[in-house]
């Protein structure tokens, strides 16, 4: 048997918070809570779980995360986001990990996630099938997660294995969050990466997101919330072609 450290990143997450610390309560044995800065409710759940965040401004998910893993006093660690909800056949074959014996630290564990826009579950969200696998168990001298400014990962492991149940991803709940979020991956995105600033290749981006992501990747499936997705994959591949040119013409004057 091995003590597990889980670590949860917090923005105003007082919607699913309760929802997603409940499980997560069962299985670790020291719960770490960086937050960013949150107005809501979500400080005083994370009190009423026993919990006092940590403020640390936000950069980058990636940079967050280590920050979070940094602080852990156990090697193995679980990191979830706030809107992450692990179902109870998860929490079981976690606790089945925990109490077997210990894995190699180059060993890390996957989760099965599935991501639900509006409510709904989707086939896909740009970029990403649903479900998706990522690396979320791991030992912290071995893995951690990587610099890009979107869709960072967990890296540095040898092996994986799929942890047996459901995830419940709960993103994006309303169309204001879904171009909130947009506006502010594809900002992120173009702060810390070079993009090319070019709108014919936006345009042709954008154009191919269409057809890989709404018809290709069955997103025409998931009825008014793919044409929500849908629009979501075409926007996010033109806008930071957009801002990259925007922000190329505004130096050049």
Same mark, same amino acid.
């Given at each position: 048997?091995?003590?597990?450290?889980?670590? =949860?990143?917090?923005?105003?997450?007082? !919607?699913?918070?309760?929802? &997603?610390?409940?499980?997560?309560?069962?299985?670790?044995?020291?719960?770490? @809570? /960086?937050?960013?800065?949150?107005?809501?409710?979500?400080?005083?759940?994370?009190?009423?779980?026993?919990?006092?965040?940590?403020?640390?401004?936000?950069? *980058?998910?990636?940079?967050?995360?280590?920050?979070?893993? #940094?602080? /852990?006093?156990?090697?193995?660690?679980?990191?979830?986001?706030?809107?992450? @909800?692990?179902?109870?056949?998860? =929490?079981?074959? @976690?606790?089945?990990?925990?109490?077997?014996?210990?894995?190699?630290?180059?060993?890390?564990?996957?989760?099965?996630?599935?991501?639900?826009?509006?409510?709904?579950? &989707?086939?896909?969200?740009?970029?990403?099938?649903?479900?998706?696998?990522?690396? !979320?168990?791991?030992?912290?001298?071995? /893995?951690?997660?990587?610099?890009?400014?979107?869709?960072?990962?967990?890296?540095?492991?040898?092996?994986?294995?799929?942890?047996?149940?459901?995830?419940?991803?709960?993103?994006?709940?309303?169309?204001?969050?879904?171009?909130?979020?947009?506006?502010?991956?594809? *900002?992120?995105? =173009?702060?810390?990466?070079? &993009?090319?600033? #070019?709108?014919?290749?936006?345009?042709?981006?954008?154009?191919? #997101?269409?057809?890989?992501?709404? @018809?290709?990747?069955?997103?025409?499936?998931?009825?008014? =919330?793919?044409?929500? *997705?849908?629009?979501?994959?075409?926007?996010?591949?033109?806008?930071?072609?957009?801002?990259?040119?925007?922000?190329?013409?505004?130096?050049?004057?």
């Amino acid at each position: 048997m091995f003590p597990l450290s889980v670590c =949860v990143l917090t923005f105003n997450s007082a !919607r699913l918070l309760e929802d &997603v610390l409940s499980p997560l309560k069962e299985i670790a044995d020291e719960l770490i @809570i /960086v937050d960013s800065g949150s107005s809501d409710e979500t400080l005083d759940i994370c009190q009423r779980f026993g919990v006092t965040p940590v403020y640390r401004a936000y950069t *980058t998910h990636g940079e967050q995360m280590n920050y979070a893993i #940094s602080l /852990v006093s156990n090697q193995w660690v679980l990191c979830m986001d706030s809107d992450e @909800i692990i179902d109870q056949k998860t =929490v079981e074959e @976690i606790k089945k990990i925990k109490n077997g014996t210990m894995p190699a630290p180059d060993m890390a564990f996957r989760i099965s996630r599935h991501w639900f826009v509006l409510g709904k579950e &989707v086939h896909n969200i740009y970029p990403v099938t649903s479900p998706d696998y990522p690396v !979320r168990l791991f030992n912290r001298e071995c /893995v951690g997660f990587n610099s890009r400014p979107v869709d960072d990962a967990a890296e540095g492991y040898k092996s994986t294995a799929v942890i047996a149940g459901f995830v419940k991803h709960d993103t994006f709940f309303s169309i204001h969050e879904v171009f909130n979020k947009l506006n502010g991956y594809t *900002t992120r995105l =173009v702060k810390y990466k070079r &993009v090319k600033p #070019s709108l014919a290749r936006g345009l042709f981006s954008a154009f191919g #997101s269409f057809w890989k992501w709404y @018809i290709f990747k069955n997103g025409w499936k998931d009825g008014k =919330v793919g044409v929500v *997705t849908g629009t979501y994959a075409v926007a996010y591949s033109f806008m930071k072609y957009l801002k990259a040119w925007y922000q190329h013409d505004n130096k050049k004057h």
